[in-house]
DNA sequence: AAGATAAGTTTCTAGTTGCAACTTAAAACC
DNA sequence: GGTTTTAAGTTGCAACTAGAAACTTATCTT
């Protein structure tokens, strides 16, 4: 199988740098994960999270406006002003667990408390993995990049001569 | 079931500010992708991702000391400085192709070209999704906070009760 | 009517980013 | 063997961003 190296210029059209755009820094993640505790207002975030005011009211916005949160003044109390989870925001969930995953294996170091569950059956999420198509766990050794042209389905068959531009990621 | 609101103080302990602090910052994690794609040494990560000289010293030395990548001064040329993914760093993999895969659902809208594909048989990976113990895919309704003392194992049965201080996240 | 609360805005200081020029050591070239 | 090039940084400096604290405005409670 050829190793030849991907062209990065074109990698760097891939969704990564938009999805840092939006949430690539550290307070619109805690907010974003306040919100998903359902944290809902402005001074609820405010002392949750720890964050400063004119800090808070920045990324709020910001997410408003990227269509991760939603901002809906309560008509029971027209002081208060609900922002609450898009489907955009909510479906950001796998990428913050695998997150916390990771962190809470290599960074804090304890296992934290209280623990994610399956509701249905109490029991804690499995690690979020990578998987292929087959459902099989793959590893960075397992992966390559492809060309969107050179994509087979699940029925058609190439043969087995893999595409010439295809590389290893994370190869060591 | 209670809806009791989880103590977020203690949520506060869980590994994102942790995992954050090391890589919650756009030019780490555009550097960490690059290394993932390859790349190896200085000028190369200057060139392939656009960062500023100092900024992208600060960074690798950053990412050196917590772990992520190692550095090593390479024998053959000893101008050059090979810079590595630690196992610490390859494992931040799914918590990168989640965002990644986030980003180019919602962010971009293009499709990413390459993509990202199983070796072994040339089709593109799944989503990374959430998973319960049984590899049922979750969602954020089917999710709720147990405390880790109250957590039952896949053998033992605490009967239907489920703990008093739980909740579900993201509740709409 | 007075006081408290919610959601911001403003001000000002301290730290961070990013460009460009400089440094140092090793390799390549002639 | 001397000059040039390359690699991996460091330094200096202007522009921008973050953060704490005080201020504002509208609404609600008593």
Not at 6 to 12: K, R, V
Not at 24 to 40: D, K, Q
Not at 77 to 95: M, N, Q, S
Request: net charge positive; with cysteine; glycine share 8%.
């Amino acid at each position: 199988m050829g190793k030849l190296r991907e062209p990065l210029s074109e990698i760097a059209q891939c969704g990564l740098p938009g999805a840092l755009e939006v949430i690539g820094e550290r307070w619109s993640f805690m907010t974003i994960r306040a919100a998903f505790n359902g944290v809902r207002h402005f001074e609820e975030f405010l002392t949750e999270i720890g964050i400063a005011r004119n800090i808070l009211a920045n990324r709020l916005t910001r997410l408003t406006e990227s269509g991760i949160l939603q901002r809906k003044p309560c008509p029971e109390d027209r002081r208060k002003v609900e922002y609450r989870l898009t489907e955009k925001g909510l479906d950001f969930l796998p990428a913050m667990i695998a997150m916390r995953q990771w962190g809470e294996k290599w960074a804090t170091g304890t296992p934290s408390n209280p623990v994610l569950v399956d509701e249905r059956d109490s029991l804690p999420i499995k690690r979020v993995t990578i998987r292929g198509h087959d459902d099989r766990v793959l590893s960075h050794m397992d992966l390559c990049w492809i060309y969107a042209a050179e994509i087979r389905t699940k029925d058609s068959d190439l043969g087995d001569d893999l595409p010439g531009r295809v590389r290893k990621i994370g190869s060591n």
